[in-house]
């Protein structure tokens, strides 16, 4: 049996959560969160700050290449998603990429900075990934594997098409279970849940999309000037 290996690579609150939600629902899915948090951790300052580092560092594999044969081995669905935050690829051959499919899912900067804040304090462009999210859709894509580009906010607008289109293209029938699910945790979780999955945790689908409200915050003003250019050079390639 062949395996459909779905690599969601995203900054942090980026919805990257809801859509493992979403394809958990498929009977012929099992999701992975965020295999690459703890090599991530071992190998960097983050550990310093992240919340529950210590307990992720120790009780997730910390060698990424270990990870990553996980990852590509054998599996007991044929479709499997593995969640992953762009700054965890650090450090690792990247040659598995060109047996997966790629999805890059960004979010706009004005909305995502002040939300992370909430639980990382003065956040810095290595934390949000929007730099190397571009690194990664350049190398993809000089690699001849370009991958799909999903936005939050399109996805939140209209996550029926979105996903449809999303599914075609992995090759794949959409499943109207992918936009329902049961409030409250799901066992692969990661044990740093409860400092970031609050609003998952609380849904029962795809919460309709709303636009901030609150002031930008001022001390994040240099690193939103950071982030912006790289979002906007993805945001119109995104599914829609």
Same mark, same amino acid.
């Given at each position: 049996?062949?395996?459909?290996?779905?690599?969601?690579?995203?900054?942090?609150?980026?919805?990257?959560?809801?859509?493992?939600?979403?394809?958990?629902?498929?009977?012929?899915?099992?999701?992975?969160?965020?295999?690459?948090?703890?090599?991530?951790?071992?190998?960097?300052?983050?550990?310093?700050?992240?919340?529950?580092?210590?307990?992720?560092?120790?009780?997730?594999?910390?060698?990424?290449?270990?990870?990553?044969?996980?990852?590509?081995?054998?599996?007991?669905?044929?479709?499997?998603?593995?969640?992953?935050?762009?700054?965890?690829?650090?450090?690792?051959?990247?040659?598995?990429?060109?047996?997966?499919?790629?999805?890059?899912l960004i979010r706009?900067?004005?909305?995502?900075? $002040?939300?992370? %804040? #909430?639980? @990382?304090?003065?956040? +810095?462009?290595?934390?949000?990934? /929007?730099?190397?999210?571009?690194? *990664?859709?350049?190398?993809?894509r000089g690699k001849?594997?370009?991958?799909?580009?999903?936005?939050?906010?399109?996805?939140?607008?209209?996550?029926?098409?979105?996903?449809?289109?999303?599914?075609?293209?992995?090759?794949?029938?959409?499943?109207?279970?992918?936009?329902?699910?049961?409030?409250?945790?799901?066992?692969?979780?990661?044990?740093?849940?409860?400092y970031f999955y609050?609003?998952?945790?609380?849904?029962?689908?795809?919460?309709?999309?709303?636009?901030?409200?609150? $002031?930008?915050? %001022? #001390?994040? @003003?240099?690193?939103? +000037?950071?982030?912006?250019?790289? /979002?906007?050079?993805?945001?119109? *390639?995104?599914?829609?």
């Amino acid at each position: 049996m062949s395996t459909k290996r779905i690599c969601l690579w995203s900054g942090p609150r980026n919805i990257s959560t809801t859509l493992m939600y979403s394809f958990a629902q498929r009977k012929d899915t099992k999701v992975f969160d965020e295999p690459l948090y703890a090599h991530y951790l071992s190998k960097t300052e983050a550990k310093n700050y992240h919340p529950v580092a210590k307990e992720i560092i120790a009780t997730m594999e910390n060698d990424g290449e270990k990870v990553i044969r996980m990852m590509m081995g054998k599996h007991e669905t044929p479709i499997v998603f593995f969640k992953n935050m762009t700054h965890h690829l650090l450090a690792v051959d990247r040659d598995f990429m060109k047996d997966c499919i790629n999805i890059i899912l960004i979010r706009d900067p004005v909305e995502m900075l $002040p939300s992370f %804040e #909430k639980v @990382i304090k003065n956040p +810095k462009m290595i934390d949000v990934g /929007y730099a190397l999210t571009t690194e *990664l859709y350049d190398y993809l894509r000089g690699k001849g594997i370009p991958p799909i580009i999903l936005d939050a906010r399109k996805v939140l607008l209209n996550p029926r098409k979105v996903l449809k289109k999303l599914c075609h293209l992995i090759g794949i029938a959409f499943d109207e279970a992918m936009l329902r699910w049961k409030a409250g945790a799901r066992p692969e979780d990661g044990i740093w849940a409860p400092y970031f999955y609050g609003n998952i945790h609380r849904s029962t689908g795809y919460i309709p999309y709303q636009p901030k409200t609150e $002031p930008f915050p %001022e #001390k994040l @003003i240099p690193l939103l +000037k950071e982030c912006k250019p790289h /979002y906007e050079q993805l945001r119109n *390639l995104a599914l829609e």
